[in-house]
């Protein structure tokens, strides 16, 4: 097996250029598993690690530039004001061993239906940005989980970054595990309040081949809250089940090891009637952004 | 065997057999064995040489305050390089997915999976392992406290709880119990000397003990 360690970006385009079947590694929480069980025997590995351009974050046009290799823990310590549902769910990944090393990049690639950076993703509307030998383009989150770890990255690309702008208003996120820690998600759900253009935004995780939204659930709340952003007023219990059950009518789950079609659909009801109501008790309470 | 193991670590060995030592000789004994059995039941002896040994590639890192360079295979975890190439055999290896703790050590003073983790991504780097938590032959505080709260049973996954809690207090040095159990999820338990693993934390962050 061949180990590549370039040093800069376009370094590590031209390696990935030549040799497309190298698998990058980041943070290897994913990578190292495969190769330590056999499941993957890679021609060559391609180190991230000394990439600079990917390890760091900014701020470009009031979007939050979020490079594919910082790891979880930057994220939780840096971001969980300007991108509290993404912190949160970054606090639920692994053990605090892995969000030392684990990055939001390689969580991308990995595409699992699972990966807990999928919902607060799609919720806010984040975009991929990725890079090879041919230039720089952006993917709309929606359009980059093709299937059950597939992902819209081409063979010679790598992911540099995410875009996605800081919170205009509460956002939550919650999963359902056998425990506290190091689980893999039965199911999860995000939720972002944009009171600004009056959209409320979802991310559904392990309800489907792939992440997805909830777009019937979107509609409804969001004109459930037309008439109430500028005057703030509890929810009714009604709109909140509505708002739930319609979460639950957009996820595809399946049957397996870690639980029912039927418990993952009931699950993520809960999960969003849950997440919404904390969510707006914070807009109501006038905490822009949900405490991290 | 034994000339392997005289190299292994790099460290002064003692003069006398050590656990490392007899335990290898062991392994060897039992593999001479068990080619002897093979010959027995009439398994041709191997004719063709061994395989040729994998490219490696030379890895720098400074263990425990101790600068060491060797050739390291690509394909080895930070783990196994320790135990087998280095004779460090404090980290554990309990799973091998990142899934227990037991093989936690510190990179660079953050606590990270060494099972998950290549040797070769880390070249240049500063590793800390149990081992080297000991300095002038005093125990590390965690280490006391561990031991005098009874923070184990069969001893397995303390290495890595040990390593762990170093690590946790270098991140938040004033952790809530609470705070402590969450903080420490990383590393299991199967004897479950959790409740005595909290109160061993607990008082190493007070400077107690
Ligand atoms: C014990 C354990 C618990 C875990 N718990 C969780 C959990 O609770 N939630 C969760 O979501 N995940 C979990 N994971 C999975 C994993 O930690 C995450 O998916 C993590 O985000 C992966 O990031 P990484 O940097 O370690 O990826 P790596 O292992 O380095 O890479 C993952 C994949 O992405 C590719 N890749 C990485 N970076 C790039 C890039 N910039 N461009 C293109 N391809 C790239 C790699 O080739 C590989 O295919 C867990 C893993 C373990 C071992
Ligand atoms: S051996 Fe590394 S986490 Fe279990
Ligand atoms: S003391 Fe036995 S596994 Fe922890």
Known sequence: ?292 | MREKASTFAGEPEPSGPNRRTVLVGAVGAGVAGTALAGVGVGLAAPTTAPPAPQETLPVTLTVNGVRRSAPVDPRASLLDTLRDQWGLTGPKKGCDQGACGACTMLLDGTRVLSCISLAVLHDGQEITTVEGLVAKGEMHPVQRAFAERDGFQCGFCTSGQVTSAVGLLKENPRPSRAEISELMSGNLCRCAAYSNIVDAVADAARGER
């Open chain 1, 1 to 292: 097996m061949d180990f590549i360690r370039p040093t800069s970006l376009a370094e590590a385009l031209r390696a990935k250029a030549e040799v497309p079947e190298a698998v990058p590694i980041a943070g290897g929480t994913d990578v190292m598993v495969e190769l330590n069980f056999d499941r993957r025997r890679p021609p060559a590995l391609l180190d991230l690690n000394a990439v600079g351009e990917i390890a760091k974050w900014s701020e470009v046009d009031g979007r939050i530039r979020l490079g594919a290799a910082v790891p979880y823990v930057r994220v939780i310590d840096e971001l969980g004001d300007r991108l509290p549902g993404l912190a949160m769910a970054a606090r639920t990944v692994g053990s605090p061993q892995i969000r030392n090393r684990g990055t939001v990049g390689g969580n991308l690639a990995a595409a699992s239906p699972a990966g807990d950076s999928h919902p607060p993703l799609l919720a806010s509307d984040a975009v991929v940005e990725v890079a090879s030998v041919r230039g720089t383009r952006t993917i709309p989150i929606t359009e980059f989980y093709l299937g059950v770890k597939r992902s819209a990255l081409e063979p010679d690309e790598l992911i540099t970054a995410v875009l996605l702008p800081p919170a205009d208003g509460p956002q939550q996120f919650s999963k359902v595990g056998t425990r506290n820690a190091m689980v893999i998600a039965v199911c999860s759900f995000a939720v972002a309040l944009h009171p600004a253009s009056g959209t409320v935004g979802t991310g559904l995780g392990s309800a489907a081949p792939t992440p997805r939204r909830a777009p019937e659930a979107e509609d409804y709340i969001a004109g459930e809250l037309s008439a109430l952003w500028q005057s703030p007023a509890p929810l009714a219990d009604s709109v909140l089940r509505r708002f739930g059950e319609l979460v639950g009518a957009a996820a595809q789950p399946i049957d397996d090891v870690r639980g029912s079609a039927a418990y993952r659909r009931h699950a993520l009801a809960v999960l969003a009637r849950r997440t919404l109501g904390w969510a707006w008790h914070d807009y109501c309470e006038g905490r822009v952004t949900a405490c991290a």
